[in-house]
């Protein structure tokens, strides 16, 4: 079974993006795969320093092991001053080629004003750097804080096999 890894970026309780990250998982699960989301909030990351071995803080390896026995992963942004959040960021530094090389990975952003790729883009390069493939089809979800429930609704209308709309504004 393919195995496929959630990491939302926002550390918010009510998050937009812990929203759309947990129903793009359960659309991955209706199709037959098996879905983990590693929720930031609730492990406890350090500050990424640059060495390899974090002995304090075990969740590190929590992190670090679940990505590297996934086969893909779903990352879901907020915007943060036009990029990644620092959070997903931090999260990301924290693993190396080891954890994400050769995974194939699937991007969403969302954001409070009008939809854009910046974060998009920026997360682009970022799985590039470490040999990650990340599929051609994106998630944008601007003014998120209109959805209320229509985000469901929102996300749900997408057709993950859809060739046409690589780059889906919500
Ligand atoms: C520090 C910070 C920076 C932000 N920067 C942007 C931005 O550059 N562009 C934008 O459209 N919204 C920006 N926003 C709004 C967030 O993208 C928006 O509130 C989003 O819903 C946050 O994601 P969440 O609901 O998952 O927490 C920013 C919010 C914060 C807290």
Known sequence: MVKIVGIGGSLRPGSYSQLALKIAAGRAQALGAEVEILDLRSLNLPFCDGENDYHDYPDVE?????????????????EYHGSVSGALKNALDLM???????????????????VNSN??????TILRWV???VIPEQIAIGQ???AGSA???????????????????L
């Open 96 to 114: 190396s080629f080891e954890h994400l090389d050769g995974k194939v990975a699937g991007a969403i952003s969302v954001l409070g004003g009008q």
């Open 144 to 146: 998120a804080w209109k």
């Open 119 to 124: 974060a998009l883009n920026d997360l682009r």
């Open 131 to 133: 040999h990650a493939w």
């Open 62 to 78: 929590k992190l670090r092991n679940g990505v590297k026995q996934a086969d893909g992963l779903i990352l879901a942004t907020p």
């Open 151 to 169: 985000l469901k609704e929102r996300i749900e209308r997408i057709k993950l096999t859809s060739k046409k709309s690589r780059h889906l504004e």
